[in-house]
């Protein structure tokens, strides 16, 4: 299979990341409509983007920058996610003992869910750019 396509985009001093978030949906939504994933496919995929996205956007840029690559494959096991990113590194795959969301902001469930999803799941940090690549797996 292998069938892939790629995005690239940046977050600038000053904007909000909700538009690096979007267009990287947009992205994803173009993606799983092209290559015909099924509905629970689809709604996981864009589950595992805003997440992954979100993190670099919110929490990744240096001085509000931050500039992302994103390819998607099709593979017969699942979708196969590649992010790159130049912003701080931080290793999603780490395990950081998760004990349930954040009381107060809820937060911290949404890396539990891409590992969960994930059949891989492998960081690496190179050239000053964070690497992840994950395969999530079929529903």
């Known amino acids: ?7 690239s985009s940046e977050l600038t ?10 267009s990287a949906l947009a ?4 993606f799983a409509q092209a290559t015909g994933l099924p509905e629970d496919d689809r709604d996981r995929l864009a589950i595992v983007i ?10 990744g840029s240096k001085q509000g920058r931050v500039a992302i690559a994103l390819t998607l494959s099709l593979q017969t096991d699942g979708v196969q996610i590649e992010l790159e990113d130049d912003g701080i590194a931080f290793d999603p795959t780490a395990d950081r ?6 009381p107060e902001s809820g937060g911290g ?12 799941f492998a960081y690496a ?3 000053g750019r964070n690497r ?5 797996a079929a529903a």
């Open 1 to 7: 299979m292998g069938t892939g396509k790629r995005f």
């Open 13 to 22: 001093p000053g904007a909000q990341p909700q538009s690096l978030i979007l």
């Open 27 to 30: 992205f994803s939504a173009e």
């Open 50 to 59: 805003e997440e992954l996205v979100s993190n670099v956007a919110r929490h």
């Open 97 to 102: 003992g998760f004990a349930g969301p954040d």
């Open 109 to 120: 469930t949404g890396l539990a869910l891409v590992r969960a999803w994930s059949r891989e």
């Open 125 to 127: 940090r190179e050239g």
């Open 132 to 136: 992840l690549r994950l395969v999530l």
